[in-house]
């Protein structure tokens, strides 16, 4: 197995992203990349680019700036949902989820789904089905 495969998103690796994207680890390309300290960008990619599994992760100085953090991402997202494309959207700019993590949050406006966990916020943007990311929100999370 190549390098590539043996690279971890906060502990999340392709052995992880496996069984959402149906392939075996060692045909996962993953893609790790830290934007800036504390944040990620992952993506764990099936052969051909038929399917993908893509998440961000941000881990906060403390659990009382995460809190914040996903407080100020859900402001964003009311005001995003006032504008004229999204004043439609059947549940709003965003729905809370419980039972995942510490906090969740979902939104129609991207598609994604944020789950907070202490001080570690992951955000996951593919697969595009709610329920599917929120199994890989649980995945993610037990590797904490």
Same mark, same amino acid.
């Given at each position: 197995?190549?390098?590539?495969?043996?690279?971890?998103?906060?502990?999340?690796?392709?052995?992880?992203?496996?069984?959402?994207?149906?392939?075996?680890?060692?045909?996962?390309?993953?893609?790790?990349? %830290?934007?800036?300290?504390?944040?990620? !960008?992952?993506?764990? /990619?099936?052969?051909?680019? @038929? &399917?993908?599994?893509?998440?961000? +992760?941000?881990?906060a100085?403390?659990?009382?700036?995460?809190?914040?953090?996903?407080?100020?991402?859900?402001?964003?997202?009311?005001?995003?949902? %006032?504008?004229?494309?999204?004043?439609? !959207?059947?549940?709003? /700019?965003?729905?809370?989820? @419980? &039972?995942?993590g510490?906090?969740? +949050?979902?939104?129609?406006?991207?598609?994604?789904?944020?789950?907070?966990?202490?001080?570690?916020?992951v955000?996951?943007?593919?697969?595009?089905?709610?329920?599917?990311?929120?199994?890989?929100?649980e995945?993610?999370l037990?590797?904490?």
């Amino acid at each position: 197995s190549s390098a590539s495969n043996q690279q971890s998103c906060v502990g999340f690796t392709a052995e992880d992203a496996a069984p959402f994207l149906g392939v075996p680890a060692a045909q996962i390309t993953a893609n790790v990349e %830290e934007s800036y300290p504390g944040f990620w !960008l992952c993506s764990f /990619a099936q052969p051909g680019g @038929s &399917g993908s599994l893509s998440l961000s +992760v941000k881990i906060a100085g403390s659990e009382k700036e995460a809190v914040s953090d996903l407080e100020e991402y859900r402001n964003h997202l009311e005001v995003a949902g %006032e504008q004229p494309q999204w004043k439609d !959207l059947p549940k709003g /700019a965003y729905s809370d989820i @419980s &039972g995942v993590g510490d906090d969740a +949050v979902w939104t129609d406006i991207n598609h994604s789904l944020s789950v907070r966990k202490g001080k570690t916020t992951v955000q996951i943007m593919q697969p595009a089905d709610k329920m599917e990311q929120i199994k890989v929100a649980e995945a993610f999370l037990k590797k904490l």
